[in-house]
């Protein structure tokens, strides 16, 4: 049956998504603080609203895709927030933000009684335009079945619990393991080519052989050998991820010394290239120390 859906957060994963929702005949209030984001959903059919407060004022559910904890703090508490909101009742995170910014946003919004749901998703932009992401769920089992009918608009769906939490701790997991995989990639790619190997022949024979890994099938061709270091996702944001994911391990107890190796490598990659360095300029920085 057709709904009405806020949206907030209209960037590279929340764009696609908005559009995935007006695919499926619903309508969607947006609001983005990026005027030129708003404007693109527009374009795509949604209808704008002028801050976080009047799509809680007009929707019951409503889906967050916004950069970090910090932000998804202030769109919910802010003046202009969804606490105040007449209508709201959940609030559908799709943001990674770790488990206690999940936690903290989760006891914010129930001494409202609004519901929060925390659904972080994985699979870049062209999961999210195809609705092929991996969409990892944390929240009472009802209001789950409840949601799935239109989390499936965005992808597949796997349940983690029914504590805010789970679902982030699930995403710190995979992007841990993504972005070490971009790390290591750019080294072992860096030294081949170095050495005089075809950078597309090393990707063909680690695809057929036993280092195929997420950035070797996707991201290497697409935006290293095209030379545009442009995936869609923010060397800040994977930053960030790998982060949370070390804060998590530490408060657990549990080593990461690969992760830790990793983590600076995305420092690095900021320091270098700038706040807005794409995820795939780890490569470029690789090719720049190794003198390839
Ligand atoms: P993005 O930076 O492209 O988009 C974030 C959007 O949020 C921007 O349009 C920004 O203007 C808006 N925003 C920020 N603060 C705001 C505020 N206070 N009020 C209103 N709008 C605000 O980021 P993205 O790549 O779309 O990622 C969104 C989330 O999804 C992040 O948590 C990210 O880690 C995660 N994620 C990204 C990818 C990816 O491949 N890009 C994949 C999976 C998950």
Same mark, same amino acid.
């Given at each position: 049956?057709?709904?009405?859906? !806020?949206?907030?957060?209209?960037?590279?994963? !929340?764009?696609?998504?908005?559009?995935? %929702?007006?695919?499926?005949?619903?309508?969607? %209030?947006?609001?983005?603080?990026?005027?030129?984001?708003?404007?693109?959903?527009?374009?795509? !059919?949604?209808?704008?609203?002028?801050?976080?407060?009047?799509?809680?004022?007009?929707?019951?559910?409503?889906? %967050?895709?916004?950069?970090?904890?910090?932000?998804?703090?202030?769109?919910?508490?802010?003046?202009?927030?969804?606490?105040?909101?007449?209508? @709201?009742?959940?609030? @559908?995170?799709?943001?990674?933000?770790?488990?206690?910014?999940?936690?903290?946003?989760?006891?914010?919004?129930?001494?409202?009684?609004?519901?929060?749901?925390?659904?972080?998703?994985?699979?870049?932009?062209? !999961?999210?335009?195809?609705?092929?992401?991996?969409?990892?769920?944390?929240?009472?089992?009802?209001?789950?079945?409840?949601?799935?009918?239109?989390?499936?608009?965005?992808?597949? %769906?796997?349940?983690?619990?029914?504590?805010?939490?789970?679902?982030?701790?699930?995403?710190?997991?995979?992007?841990?393991?993504?972005?070490?995989?971009?790390?290591?990639?750019?080294?072992?790619?860096?030294?081949?080519?170095?050495?005089?190997?075809?950078?597309? @022949?090393?990707?063909?024979?680690?695809?057929?052989?036993?280092?195929?890994?997420?950035?070797?099938?996707?991201?290497?061709?697409?935006?290293?050998?095209?030379?545009?270091?442009?995936?869609?996702?923010?060397?800040?944001?994977?930053?960030?991820?790998?982060?949370?994911?070390?804060?998590?391990?530490?408060?657990?107890?549990?080593?990461?010394?690969?992760?830790?190796?990793?983590?600076?490598?995305?420092? @690095?990659?900021?320091?270098?290239?700038?706040?807005?360095?794409?995820?795939?300029?780890?490569?470029?920085?690789?090719?720049?120390?190794?003198?390839?």
């Amino acid at each position: 049956s057709k709904q009405t859906f !806020g949206f907030i957060g209209l960037g590279n994963m !929340g764009g696609p998504m908005v559009k995935r %929702l007006l695919h499926a005949g619903h309508t969607v %209030l947006v609001f983005d603080r990026d005027a030129a984001a708003l404007a693109r959903a527009v374009a795509d !059919g949604a209808q704008a609203r002028s801050s976080a407060l009047d799509v809680a004022d007009a929707a019951a559910t409503i889906f %967050l895709s916004l950069p970090d904890g910090p932000a998804v703090q202030h769109v919910i508490s802010a003046q202009d927030g969804l606490l105040q909101g007449k209508r @709201v009742k959940c609030v @559908v995170d799709l943001s990674t933000i770790g488990p206690r910014a999940a936690v903290a946003a989760s006891q914010a919004l129930g001494a409202r009684g609004i519901a929060y749901v925390d659904s972080p998703v994985s699979g870049g932009i062209g !999961g999210a335009e195809r609705g092929t992401l991996a969409v990892m769920t944390a929240c009472p089992q009802p209001l789950y079945d409840e949601l799935a009918p239109v989390l499936k608009n965005f992808g597949r %769906l796997f349940y983690m619990g029914a504590g805010p939490g789970l679902g982030q701790t699930m995403k710190l997991a995979n992007n841990l393991l993504s972005a070490a995989a971009v790390a290591i990639t750019s080294e072992a790619m860096a030294m081949g080519a170095k050495a005089g190997l075809d950078p597309g @022949v090393m990707l063909e024979v680690i695809n057929a052989g036993s280092g195929r890994n997420s950035a070797t099938m996707e991201k290497f061709p697409k935006a290293v050998l095209t030379g545009t270091f442009n995936i869609g996702f923010a060397a800040r944001l994977a930053c960030k991820d790998v982060r949370l994911c070390l804060e998590e391990s530490e408060a657990l107890g549990v080593p990461m010394v690969v992760g830790a190796a990793v983590r600076e490598m995305l420092v @690095v990659t900021n320091a270098v290239y700038g706040k807005d360095a794409d995820y795939t300029d780890v490569a470029r920085l690789l090719e720049t120390w190794g003198g390839v």
